[in-house]
């Protein structure tokens, strides 16, 4: 302990107080602790702990409670929050006195960025060469049931390591690489950071575009500040750690499916059928108009296509813009714990450019504006009475895998290429659509050839893509098989 970070830690103390603390603290880390070591630990708690009933708990929540990590398994570790051996008594009289402490908002101030690193939205931050790609994303837990509640289980992990974290303790973690991303970027990284002088917990991902030296260096630059004005700008907005065990104790109730009777699919689509989006509140015709697959990218116009999208699209096709086969890996899934999903083969398969054109209507009086456009392929295979999400086909050299993927851009089932752009963010959204007007959206997928026999097309921007889900059946996909 320093005295500089006693300055930082206690940024509301009286003047008195903290001169009265500052000498007693400057005066135990400057005696021999190498003859006296026992007695310093005591002496320091007992005085730690006779400023903490003066000036509350919280002032000395780092020096009674400690980040650390266990193992489980092989490819497991929990990250836990537990009082320091040697802070147990002082940490028990202060429990009788509160035992829950009060918690309050908090804003957060991101003091490093690497170069290059721009915030994209609220707590996430990615390379302006990159965006929304990659990067880092900042979460944290409200630690409501007491610090020392706090238990994260990780799977899959490569390496840990306990870290400091400027003044607080914390926890690096790295995932181990299955080769399920394709040589993309994945977040294989986490970092845990306890402030508990706070009372909170922080979550940080880090993408494999981010070197950990960079990811611990900004988290070393998280700044947390109490909102002490009752204001609601800008406040951190932070899981309970009560709703996060609520969550996570709760069976799954098995709304995303990966099999459904074929009766649950009865409002499926053909192209060129008008049909409207469930639930929605704008009133909207939808039609796939035409589904074109083909051997190469001349259906795609390049230029609305940003610089990255168009050196990615390149690696997927030869000097004349014919698509290259794709890479399709076959990975055997572990449990996380004792195993992890491994590669256990792989194969080129030739790949085909999907490319629909979607027509939107506003059926309705007025103007619509801000329209969320969607588009994702769903692979879906005929088990006899029942549809079963598709996984890839089974190898005939060997059977030791659970899931296929493919690298590149036949591993993505979101739309990577429309040719309108609205929106903050010039992305997936039409400005505006006028009462009787018609918009036109070309869509386009990268897809291995053999699959084309599976493919339906969800419009539903809240469906997913490798499960059922209720709103996209309720909608209907539309069939795009081959």
């Known amino acids: 302990m320093k005295l500089e970070n006693l300055r930082q830690d206690f940024p509301e103390m009286p003047d008195e107080i903290r001169v009265m603390v500052e000498q007693e603290v400057y005066r135990q880390i400057n005696t021999n602790t190498t003859k ?124 840990s390591e306990e870290i400091k974290v400027g003044v607080h303790d914390g926890v690096y973690i790295e995932l181990h690489d299955t080769g399920a991303a394709g040589g993309e970027i994945w977040f294989n990284q986490r970092i ?34 109490p909102v002490t004005d009752g204001s609601a700008q800008d406040i951190v907005n932070a899981y309970s750690w009560s709703d996060y065990l609520t969550a996570r104790n709760e069976t799954y109730d098995g709304e995303g499916k990966s099999m459904v009777p074929k009766s649950a699919m009865s409002r499926t689509h053909a192209v060129g059928e008008t049909f409207m989006m469930a639930d929605a509140e704008e009133e909207v015709a939808i039609k796939v108009a035409q589904i074109q697959v083909c051997d190469d990218i001349s259906l795609l116009d390049l230029s609305v296509m940003d610089a990255d999208s168009r050196e990615e699209i390149k690696k997927e096709t030869d000097a004349s813009g014919a698509l290259l086969p794709a890479k399709i890996n076959y990975i055997c899934s572990g449990d996380g714990i004792h195993s992890v999903d491994e590669v256990t083969e792989s194969r080129e398969v030739p790949q085909k450019l999907v490319y629909a054109t979607v027509e939107y209507t506003n059926t309705g009086s007025s103007e619509i504006n801000s329209y969320l456009f969607w588009g994702s392929l769903v692979k879906i295979a005929e088990n006899e009475n029942q549809m079963e999400m598709y996984r890839g086909n089974q190898s005939e050299t060997s059977t030791t895998w659970d899931y296929a993927v493919a690298e590149g851009a036949a591993g993505f089932t979101e739309m990577w290429y429309y040719d309108v752009h609205g929106g903050e963010r010039e992305n997936n959204y039409m400005n505006h659509l006028k009462a009787g007007e018609t918009a036109v959206v070309h869509m386009a997928w990268i897809v291995p050839e053999e699959e084309l026999k599976y493919l339906y097309l969800n419009l539903d921007s809240s469906g997913g893509t490798y499960e059922f889900d209720e709103s996209a059946l309720k909608t209907g996909y539309v069939d795009i098989r081959r």
């Open 36 to 159: 006296k070591r026992k007695h310093f630990g005591k002496k320091y708690f007992v005085t730690a702990f006779a400023a903490a009933m003066l000036l509350g708990t919280t002032v000395f929540a780092g020096a009674v409670y400690k980040m650390r990590l266990k193992q489980e398994g092989t490819y497991a570790v929990h990250t836990l929050i537990e009082e320091r051996e040697e802070a147990g008594t002082m940490q028990t009289q202060i429990s009788k006195e509160q035992n829950i402490p009060e918690i309050k908002n908090i804003k957060m101030k991101v003091t490093y960025l690497p170069e290059g690193m721009t915030e994209t939205e609220t707590g996430k931050y990615s390379y302006t060469d990159n965006l929304y790609k990659g990067g880092v994303s900042i979460d944290f837990y409200k630690m409501d049931r007491g610090d020392a509640q706090f238990d994260m289980l990780t799977t899959g992990v490569a390496g």
């Open 192 to 225: 845990y950071v306890a402030f508990t002088d706070l009372h909170y917990v922080m979550e940080l991902y880090a993408a494999s575009d981010v070197s950990k030296e960079e990811a611990i260096k900004i988290a070393e630059g998280i700044r947390l500040e």
